[in-house]
């Protein structure tokens, strides 16, 4: 089974950058949709930003112009660029998989943390 890793996260003041990876085992994109996730302490997780299953993107709107998702295929890779990051940024960042086809397993990294202060 293909598994994702995150790496990328740590300590930023606001207004700094951070780019976030999610690394597959293998091939995964002809197979699965990527998106990223995050969740904060005493939040439910919430989607940050994501691929759709016609290659668009969709962003939460309240990340919408500050962060951009993107993919490496030969990588097997998506990024998340963020920039201009706000406290209220700060979470556990995942990375998700869904498959295209309903009885394949949803995906899940194993979360990389983001703390963003004032």
């Known amino acids: 089974q293909v598994q994702l890793v995150e790496s990328g996260g740590g300590f930023v003041q606001a207004g700094g950058s951070l780019r976030l990876s999610c690394a597959a085992s293998?091939?995964?994109?002809?197979?699965?949709?990527m998106g990223w996730y995050r969740q904060a302490p005493g939040k439910e997780r919430e989607l940050v930003a994501a691929f759709t299953y016609g290659s668009r993107t969709n962003y939460a709107d309240t990340v919408k112009g500050r962060f951009t998702i993107s993919r490496d295929s030969a990588k097997y890779t998506v990024y998340l660029q963020m920039n201009s990051l706000k406290p209220e940024d700060t979470a556990v960042y995942y990375c998700k998989a869904n498959p295209y086809i309903s009885t394949m397993p949803v995906l899940w990294g194993q979360g990389t943390q983001v703390t963003v202060s004032s």
């Open positions: 293998g091939s995964i994109f002809s197979s699965y949709v």
